[in-house]
């Protein structure tokens, strides 16, 4: 067969039932996971990269990334609640398209969820360091609070909310679940008082011109936004910690998401159309819009700020700054305090998501039998929760969150089309398994997925897709050179259901099964 190795679902079920991780997440936490996933970074953080790429055009942006994940979302939502157990993409490509396919989206997850938690607190770091320089009125030194490529040495702050995320994650995760539905609340707070005072006094002419970079401009931004959507995907991990998945996944992933973009259009217009502000593109001499986290717009900015310009597209915290430059200093202040609350709950979810695939990849023999031992205490997958937050704390130290952000969306992509590409295979392949959610028009629904994902993927910079391209070279000789040797499917441990394991032992044996 083309695709190789194939795990079967019934297997993949019996697996998660003999080494399986605590039932105790709802519905409603569900969603406040997916919202504490997916509002933050493209709101707090990649708004003003949004707008150095798109201008006010980024609106358009958003609703591209949005739609395409909306499509994807209807996809993962069956084959979430189809096959409730740990792993999202990487577990229902094994059940449909083979072993190889599997290790290539998994390899593909480690890229999207370690590096985006890594952006995310880079992000943390710019709000927290502009709160306190704001509020106490100090200058701290850039050289500790950004990475090389910034100018500064290291981003100590990025690193140390990554270390704080990581011990939150070892204790366990219903309480990490209840830390981050409150810190959910604060977020969409923050959010809904930065709405009310910023959309009111909105200048239309802050508008014009819309598009300045044009169709390719607005694409590039979609690519980017489309970051801030990946949180669905790292809800569908938890499938094998949830209550009822069945019923409960796909109210998680589709409720998230609709609530998510409707903050995203209305923040994202108190932006453009502040009094005062520009949301336009910052350029060089030639007239072309300069790369976000470069050096050269970092110089252009600091030109600018000193001629006066209030920039948008200049500053690391621009909801705050908003807030400050159209008469709201203290409430800027305090969302500035409520981001530096909130984002951790976004490098949750990341750091939750990868651990949880590391955990299964492991399980199934593809990674070292170490990744997927549990806690005694916690009952969490403790040594990959601590492999992994070293991980994001050396990426959040030297890399700036517009090339993180870039990096962790080509790994998104394609794990998003390999789910879309897997809801239709399995429609032929197993037809008759129960499906208590069903993709609505399937055969339309996913192959839009498809090329929306790819268009997104291609609409990236050149650096993120050649790494990419890399990382997935490199994923194929790990495979090829140690996993595909101690997979379990390839060596014929495949688990069965335990009643079907005890109609095979004949006469049977107590105490196996």
């Not at 709000?127 to 200058?139: C, K, M, N, P, S």
């Amino acid at each position: 067969m083309i695709f190789g190795r194939v795990k079967p679902l019934d297997a993949i079920l019996a697996t998660a039932e003999k080494k399986s991780l605590h039932r105790s997440l709802g519905a409603f936490q569900l969603t406040m996971l997916g919202i504490g996933a997916v509002i933050g970074t493209g709101i707090f953080v990649l708004t003003a990269e949004a707008a150095q790429k798109a201008g006010p055009g980024m609106m358009i942006s958003f609703i591209i990334a949005g739609v395409v994940c909306a499509f994807a979302a209807l996809c993962y939502a069956e084959m979430a609640s189809m096959v409730p157990v740990s792993g999202s993409a990487y577990t229902y490509s094994y059940a449909v398209m083979g072993e190889l396919i599997a290790w290539m989206v998994g390899w593909a997850l480690i890229l999207e969820y370690a590096v985006a938690a890594g952006a995310v607190s880079v992000g943390w770091s710019g709000y927290v360091i502009g709160l306190i320089e704001h509020t106490f009125h100090i200058d701290i030194p850039a050289s500790l609070v950004t990475g090389p490529f910034d100018g500064g040495l290291i981003n100590l702050p990025a690193m140390l909310i990554a270390a704080l995320v990581t011990w939150l994650l070892v204790i366990g995760t219903k309480e990490s679940a209840t830390v981050n539905a409150i810190l959910v609340t604060i977020k969409i707070t923050a959010l809904t008082v930065f709405i009310v005072l910023a959309v009111p006094v909105m200048n239309g002419a802050q508008f014009s011109p819309f598009a300045p970079t044009g169709i390719i401009g607005v694409s590039m931004a979609a690519a980017s936004i489309f970051f801030a959507y990946v949180g669905f995907d790292a809800v569908s991990t938890a499938a094998e910690e949830t209550k009822n998945p069945q019923r409960n996944m796909p109210i998680g992933l589709i409720g998230s998401l609709a609530i998510c973009t409707i903050f995203y259009l209305l923040v994202a217009a108190g932006v453009i159309g502040a009094p005062g502000l520009s949301s336009q593109p910052v350029v060089d001499a030639a007239g072309h819009a300069l790369e976000p986290g470069s050096r050269e717009l970092a110089a252009q900015c600091a030109t600018r700020a000193a001629e006066g310009f209030k920039d948008v597209v200049c500053s690391k915290e621009a909801l705050a700054f908003t807030l400050r430059e159209i008469g709201w200093p203290q409430i800027g202040n305090l969302l500035g305090l409520a981001a530096g609350l909130a984002l951790p709950s976004v490098i949750l979810m990341m750091m939750f998501g990868q651990t949880r695939i590391f955990f299964v990849m492991s399980r199934d023999g593809l990674l070292p039998a170490a990744f997927s031992k549990i806690h005694p205490t916690y009952n969490t997958p403790h040594v990959i929760t601590i492999i992994t937050g070293i991980a994001v704390a050396l990426f959040a130290a030297f890399f700036p969150v517009g090339q993180l952000a870039n990096i962790s969306n080509s790994g998104t992509l394609f794990a998003f089309a390999a789910v879309s590409i897997a809801v239709m295979v399995i429609r032929k392949t197993d037809p008759t398994r129960k499906r208590p959610f069903k993709t609505p028009l399937v055969y339309v629904t996913a192959p839009f997925a498809i090329l929306g994902c790819l268009y997104l993927f291609v609409s990236l910079d050149h650096k993120s897709i050649i790494l990419f391209l890399i990382w997935a070279a490199i994923g194929l000789l790990v495979y090829f050179g140690y996993s595909r040797s101690r997979s379990h499917v390839g060596r014929g441990i495949v688990d069965v259901p335990e009643h079907q394991a005890y109609e095979e032992l004949d006469p049977p044996v107590p105490g196996t099964h």
